[in-house]
């Protein structure tokens, strides 16, 4: 019998389709296994390469399969999608699968540890305490306006205006508008306090890592932003350069080419999307504080800003970032503003 060079495995949620290829790249078997009957074959197989498609679960068995001494290679999913040269099913998936786990220039997902893992969880539920929080803000603004009651823009404003209004007898609110606002408050003071328990706990996590407190010296890093980086690219050892890294974010220009004709667009916003929102309200804050100091780093965003403009400028200082976050990792070194900026002659 030939021997396995490669298995591809396509996860499911109720079965698994997975197929084994030879040295020579022909197809020795593609079938669907029950996840009992899958857990049995893993355990049987001998230590090859594994590759799977990245999504749910394929870290967890990624995990699972590097224990049992295989080398595991996670495909994105736009490079499976692009092997696949027939109508799309299990048994084809696999064959894209295979297809892509052996091109030269894939950039493989390196599989998650569980302390990545857990802080991508509580970064998930820290982004749907905060989207579901400015939801309920929203609605007691817009429903206090159709009684004629208004609120400043923050939402610390509306915090301690709300129960002023509430109180307040000569307004116009119904006895029904107060009693349902009065629940709203109370709703959104109970996604506060568990917005800010989330918090810690990605904090105490994130702390135990020595590469946090590195990220933190980064101006733009913060606490929400240093676990998230950590949490999506670990100590970003699987990129080869910093360009690399900031291209993973989708913070590079997109790149239109021919003929010697070098044409550059937008950014590509490849990545994760949650990631380099972050990244760039981390830059927005810089920017908007380099007026007020004259070292290197705000002289250097203030002449970006002259010449491209502040949105721009916002964009190109994210994109610095994400070089400076995977330098800080690979090297194991703090921020060095005068390495990271060329100094500009002071105005």
Same mark, same amino acid.
């Given at each position: 019998?030939?021997?396995?060079?490669?298995?591809?495995?396509?996860?499911?949620?109720?079965?698994?389709?997975?197929?084994?290829?030879?040295?020579?790249?022909?197809?020795?078997?593609?079938?669907?296994?029950?996840?009992?009957?899958?857990?049995?074959?893993?355990?049987?197989?001998?230590?090859?390469?594994?590759?799977?498609?990245?999504?749910?679960?394929?870290?967890?068995?990624?995990?699972?399969?590097?224990?049992?001494?295989?080398?595991?290679?996670?495909?994105?999913?736009?490079?499976?999608?692009?092997?696949?040269?027939?109508?799309?099913?299990?048994?084809?998936?696999?064959?894209?699968?295979?297809?892509?786990?052996?091109?030269?220039?894939?950039?493989?997902?390196?599989?998650?540890?569980? +302390? %990545?893992? $857990? =802080?991508?969880?509580?970064? /998930?539920?820290?982004? &749907?305490?905060?989207? !579901?929080?400015?939801?309920? #803000?929203?609605?007691?603004?817009?429903?206090?306006?159709?009684?004629?009651?208004?609120?400043?823009?923050?939402?610390?404003?509306?915090?301690?205006?709300?129960?002023?209004?509430?109180?307040? +007898? %000569?307004? $116009? =609110?119904?006895?029904?508008? /107060?009693?349902?606002? &009065?629940?709203?408050? !109370?709703?959104?003071?109970? #996604?506060?306090?568990?917005?800010?328990?989330?918090?810690?706990?990605?904090?105490?996590?994130?702390?135990?890592?020595?590469?946090?407190?590195?990220?933190?010296?980064?101006?733009?890093?913060?606490?929400?932003?240093?676990?998230?980086?950590?949490?999506?690219?670990?100590?970003?050892?699987?990129?080869?350069?910093?360009?690399?890294?900031?291209?993973?974010?989708?913070?590079?220009?997109?790149?239109?080419?021919?003929?010697?004709?070098?044409?550059?667009?937008?950014?590509?916003?490849?990545?994760?999307?949650?990631?380099?929102?972050?990244?760039?309200?981390?830059?927005?804050?810089?920017?908007?504080?380099?007026?007020?100091?004259?070292?290197?780093?705000?002289?250097?965003?203030?002449?970006?800003?002259?010449?491209?403009?502040?949105?721009?400028?916002?964009?190109?200082?994210?994109?610095?970032?994400?070089?400076?976050?995977?330098?800080?990792?690979?090297?194991?070194?703090?921020?060095?503003?005068?390495?990271?900026?060329?100094?500009?002659?002071?105005?």
């Amino acid at each position: 019998m030939s021997k396995i060079k490669l298995v591809a495995i396509d996860l499911a949620k109720r079965c698994y389709q997975i197929g084994a290829l030879d040295e020579h790249g022909k197809i020795l078997y593609n079938r669907k296994l029950s996840p009992t009957k899958f857990a049995e074959a893993l355990q049987q197989l001998e230590p090859t390469i594994v590759a799977m498609e990245a999504c749910s679960a394929a870290h967890y068995w990624g995990r699972r399969l590097i224990a049992l001494g295989h080398e595991v290679r996670l495909v994105p999913p736009q490079h499976a999608k692009a092997f696949r040269r027939v109508h799309k099913s299990d048994a084809h998936d696999v064959v894209s699968i295979a297809e892509a786990a052996q091109r030269p220039n894939v950039h493989f997902v390196p599989v998650k540890s569980i +302390a %990545q893992q $857990d =802080l991508q969880l509580l970064g /998930r539920i820290r982004e &749907r305490l905060v989207a !579901q929080r400015t939801a309920v #803000i929203n609605q007691i603004r817009g429903l206090a306006r159709e009684y004629g009651v208004n609120f400043a823009k923050s939402r610390e404003a509306l915090l301690e205006q709300l129960p002023v209004a509430l109180a307040d +007898a %000569q307004n $116009d =609110l119904s006895p029904i508008a /107060r009693e349902e606002l &009065r629940n709203l408050l !109370q709703e959104v003071r109970c #996604i506060t306090e568990e917005h800010v328990e989330i918090m810690k706990r990605i904090t105490a996590l994130a702390s135990e890592d020595p590469a946090y407190d590195r990220l933190r010296t980064i101006p733009g890093i913060g606490p929400t932003i240093a676990p998230a980086l950590l949490a999506s690219i670990g100590h970003a050892q699987q990129f080869a350069s910093a360009r690399q890294c900031s291209a993973w974010a989708g913070l590079v220009p997109r790149q239109n080419s021919t003929g010697g004709r070098v044409q550059l667009g937008s950014i590509t916003k490849n990545g994760d999307r949650s990631l380099r929102v972050l990244l760039i309200h981390g830059a927005r804050t810089v920017v908007r504080w380099a007026d007020k100091h004259s070292h290197p780093q705000s002289r250097w965003i203030k002449d970006l800003v002259a010449r491209r403009g502040k949105n721009k400028a916002i964009v190109a200082l994210a994109n610095k970032i994400m070089r400076i976050v995977w330098v800080v990792l690979t090297q194991g070194v703090e921020y060095d503003m005068h390495k990271a900026f060329r100094a500009q002659p002071a105005s």
